[in-house]
């Protein structure tokens, strides 16, 4: 019986010690809350907005390509003895890219030196008979023709021997290979693509609404997405027609070297296309959640949470599409302790 009464005492202590607990946690969230809802007010900077005139423009995508770039072919029908160059490899004008096998040029070249050499023997013969008197001017003038014939000949068919090495056109690099050694090489048949990557344009379709405004050395803002940056391009070449299918003028604009720009990558061009209205706040004041945008707007002198849509952003400035009017003022850097509700301080 002792050790009942015993038991029901002490359950009794440590019931009352949970209510004292709850009782003084209570007591110390009103405080809080009342801490908090007299805390002095905060001082922010605070910006009016104001509706702008910004420039609308038309995006245009195109592609990187070099402004320099070749089919490289033999001038001379033969076999290809030697590929001197690898695709990646880089080059100078009038490097030795392939070697052909020319074995009957070489004849006919021995061939044209020895009937000038005929030639010439023939002149110096008749112009000493044409002294003398044992020729007429006739037969000497025939003999110095053929001499000249000869000669040419030579100069000719030199050339064509020299044109089976097949050199760089420009200095560059080899982007492709087509043919391999012991194939036919001929004019009509290229053996490397090459390009010159120092120099690079973007290549872009533009409408035929839109054609009518640009002009050689027209000049435009230009992102290029795998540079990660803006270039100024300048319109170098302009299509007097527009493509058939498409119905748009192919127009080349001019980018500056950079070291992050690539043939192949993927452009914008922004063409200008008149002005219009916005609302414009510092992008330091949009606050991104997740997938929503909050901004703090500054009424009577208290910060309240509002969620607005944005669009572009650039130079420091994000563009707001719904969800402020123009005449308000926002927190233009909100502190991470601001709070929606909270007091502001009078400016």
């Not at 033969?78 to 030795?96: F, N, Q, S, T």
């Not at 959640?289 to 009577?300: E, I, K, N, P, W």
């Given at each position: 019986m002792d050790i009942e009464k015993s038991t029901g005492a002490s359950l009794s202590v440590v019931a009352g010690l949970l209510l004292l607990s709850v009782a003084s946690g209570c007591r110390k969230e009103e405080k809080a809350e009342s801490a908090g809802s007299h805390s002095e007010p905060m001082s922010v900077d605070v910006v009016r907005i104001e509706a702008h005139e910004i420039p609308v423009f038309e995006e245009v995508v195109g592609t990187v390509r070099p402004r320099k770039e070749a089919q490289v072919t033999a001038k001379v029908t033969?076999?290809?003895?030697?590929?001197?160059?690898?695709?990646?490899?880089?080059?100078?004008?009038?490097?030795?890219l392939a070697k052909l096998d020319v074995g009957e040029l070489d004849a006919a070249l021995v061939r044209a030196e020895a009937a000038l050499e005929q030639a010439t023997r023939d002149v110096n013969r008749f112009r000493s008979l044409r002294e003398s008197g044992a020729v007429a001017v006739a037969d000497l003038e025939q003999a110095e023709s053929r001499e000249r014939m000869a000669a040419a000949t030579v100069s000719e068919t030199r050339t064509m021997v020299q044109n089976a090495s097949v050199t760089a056109p420009f200095d560059g690099t080899v982007t492709r290979k087509y043919l391999e050694p012991g194939d036919l090489a001929s004019p009509e048949r290229p053996i490397f693509a090459m390009e010159d990557s120092s120099l690079l344009q973007l290549e872009i379709h533009v409408a035929e609404a839109m054609a009518g405004t640009l002009s050689i050395g027209s000049k435009f803002r230009v992102e290029v997405g795998g540079a990660g940056a803006e270039f100024e391009g300048v319109v170098s070449?302009?299509?007097?027609?527009?493509?058939?299918?498409?119905?748009?003028?192919?127009?080349?604009?001019?980018?500056?070297?950079?070291e992050s720009l690539r043939a192949g990558q993927f452009g914008r061009a922004f063409l200008p296309r008149g002005s219009r209205t916005a609302l414009l706040v510092p992008s330091t004041a949009v606050i991104t959640?997740?997938?929503?945008?909050?901004?703090?707007?500054?009424?009577?002198n208290t910060a309240r949470l509002r969620i607005v849509s944005t669009g572009t952003n650039r130079e420091g400035q994000?563009?707001?599409l719904a969800g402020l009017d123009g005449g308000e003022s926002v927190v233009s850097a909100p502190p991470a302790t601001l709070r929606d509700g909270q007091r502001l301080a009078a400016p």
């Open positions: 033969g076999r290809l003895l030697e590929m001197k160059a690898i695709p990646g490899m880089k080059v100078k004008a009038g490097d030795l070449e302009l299509s007097p027609s527009a493509d058939v299918g498409s119905r748009t003028f192919l127009v080349k604009l001019d980018l500056p070297s950079h959640r997740g997938q929503m945008d909050y901004l703090f707007v500054a009424a009577d994000t563009e707001i």
